[in-house]
């Protein structure tokens, strides 16, 4: 069965500062994964998706993500924090073979002026 | 996003009684969810569904039912509704042309169950 872990259920970070979100996953097929964010009261959003193609992969706002098959992780990261970044951010799998989304239990970002 | 509606916004009902969340999309996706989310859990897949009256359950479904006439419409049914059953539920879509396609999400329903 899949499923994904998520280290650290909260992140600080300062301003400016470098962001690394960690996303570890389980799958006995190669994965599909996505990052989401979620702002408060609001629905999650995609910020990005590795569907093989290339191992590092660029989303929206300035983050990325790099797939690395030896470690079985899928790292979410931003070179430079900004406040608007604060919300929290779910790591999730899936395969070729089920059109079902497996979330990790998420991580909330906080960033400090 | 998608033009997804989830309605009501926010409930409170009392134990044991039934309670429907609906969402609407006006996307034309074939796939629809409904998540719930709990703090320290993430998002847990109540059920699916990949076409009218297709349906399947997901990994906590126990205590909820489903249903789909339409292509727009997915409903959540609490058949009798428990403390546990207090959570912010989500509904979702997807095109469904890869497996990779991503999901679009409503704003939630907060659901208080007393």
């Known amino acids: 069965a899949q499923s994904v872990t998520q280290l650290g259920s909260h992140v600080s970070v300062s301003e400016g500062a470098l962001v690394l979100l960690r996303c570890n996953y389980s799958?006995?097929?190669?994965?599909?994964l996505f990052w989401y964010v979620q702002y408060p009261n609001q629905g999650l959003q995609l910020l990005l998706k590795y569907t093989s193609a290339a191992t590092l992969v660029k989303g929206i706002n300035g983050f990325e993500a790099e797939f690395k098959k030896s470690e079985t992780s899928f790292h979410l990261t931003k070179p430079s924090a900004h406040m608007s970044d604060a919300a929290e951010y779910f790591c999730?799998?899936?395969?070729?073979?089920?059109?079902?989304?497996?979330f990790g239990s998420g991580t909330r970002l906080l960033v400090r002026p | 996003d998608a033009g997804i509606t989830q309605s009501p916004r926010h409930k409170v009902t009392e134990t044991g009684t039934p309670v429907t969340l609906r969402c609407h999309q006006t996307?034309?996706?074939?796939?629809m969810y409904w998540y719930r989310q709990d703090p320290g859990h993430g998002l847990r897949l109540i059920h699916y569904?990949?076409?009218?009256?297709?349906?399947d359950k997901g990994e906590v479904s126990d205590g909820y039912s489903v249903s789909r006439s339409k292509t727009e419409d997915f409903l959540l049914t609490l058949e009798s509704a428990t403390s546990s059953q207090t959570s912010v539920y989500f509904c979702?879509?997807?095109?469904?042309?890869?497996?990779?396609?991503?999901?679009?999400f409503g704003n939630g329903t907060r659901l208080t169950v007393t």
């Open positions: 569904s990949y076409g009218v009256k297709d349906t």
């Open positions: 799958s006995s097929v190669p994965p599909y």
């Open positions: 996307e034309n996706h074939r796939y």
């Open positions: 979702a879509t997807g095109q469904g042309t890869a497996p990779n396609s991503p999901l679009h």
């Open positions: 999730a799998v899936s395969d070729y073979s089920s059109y079902k989304l497996i």
